[in-house]
């Protein structure tokens, strides 16, 4: 180990609790009411809507994707070459 890297401060980046909790709370009303679309849609019964509801859906997976899976870590290139 070098001097240089001795030296170095690692930056530790934690969110707080309660950001954490908020965040949640947001996916959760985010997806209350795209599930209530989904929902008035369906009811309505006309073929027509199929379309809509599946694009509702897509919506709602890549919401999820993008809140809980951290699939946008892969692609930040901030992580050390090993």
Known sequence: MTEE???????????????????????????????????????????????LMMVIALLKVGFIISQYMNIGRLFAGDEESH
């Open 5 to 51: 890297t001795k030296n170095e401060e690692v930056e530790i980046v934690e969110e707080s609790p309660k950001a954490d909790f908020s965040m949640n709370w947001l996916v959760f009303w985010v997806l209350i009411v795209l599930t209530a679309g989904e929902f008035i849609l369906g009811t309505a019964g006309s073929p027509q809507t199929m379309a």
